[in-house]
């Protein structure tokens, strides 16, 4: 069964290029950033459901390698599932594709931890959000570091 769910669709757009004509790295982590959440909301852990509970998603660490340029008026998409859930953290991947070709165009791996707004100190993942994020966990998929560069 297919775990990787579909967070993220959308265009490139002029401005969102660098003076070397492809997208900028700060759209390439807002993007991410988007299917973050959407990605949470999709395993019911909304922003009504964090204010209701008192609880917040942080992000600890982060890994992102690019694989394909990405051009004003390229469409993309983000697929996302988890790697591991753990009882205060869960660390899990993004995969940016360009659609007209289906080709990686970047992957980025997360590692958040769930904290109590009020004590700003880290806790449990509520049970019925890990059984959620259990439902979208897959082997894992190791980024690659490009050595050659």
Not at 60 to 82: M, N, P, T
Request: one cysteine or more; glycine letters at 6%.
């Amino acid at each position: 069964m297919e775990t990787r769910i579909v967070t993220y669709r959308g265009t490139t757009y002029p401005w969102q290029c660098d003076h070397m004509g492809h997208m900028n790295v700060m759209w390439y982590v807002g993007k991410f950033d988007e299917a973050t959440w959407q990605m949470f909301a999709s395993i019911g852990l909304s922003g009504t459901r964090l204010r209701s509970d008192g609880i917040g998603m942080v992000a600890v660490e982060q890994h992102l390698e690019y694989k394909q340029e990405v051009l004003a008026g390229d469409v993309i998409s983000i697929r996302s599932f988890v790697q591991e859930v753990r009882n205060k953290s869960v660390r899990f991947t993004h995969e940016m594709t360009l659609d007209e070709t289906n080709e990686l165009a970047a992957r980025t791996e997360l590692t958040g931890v769930c904290i109590d707004i009020s004590t700003r100190k880290a806790r449990p993942i509520p049970n019925d959000i890990r059984a959620e994020l259990e439902k979208i966990t897959m082997p894992s998929v190791a980024l690659q570091t490009n050595d050659g560069a």
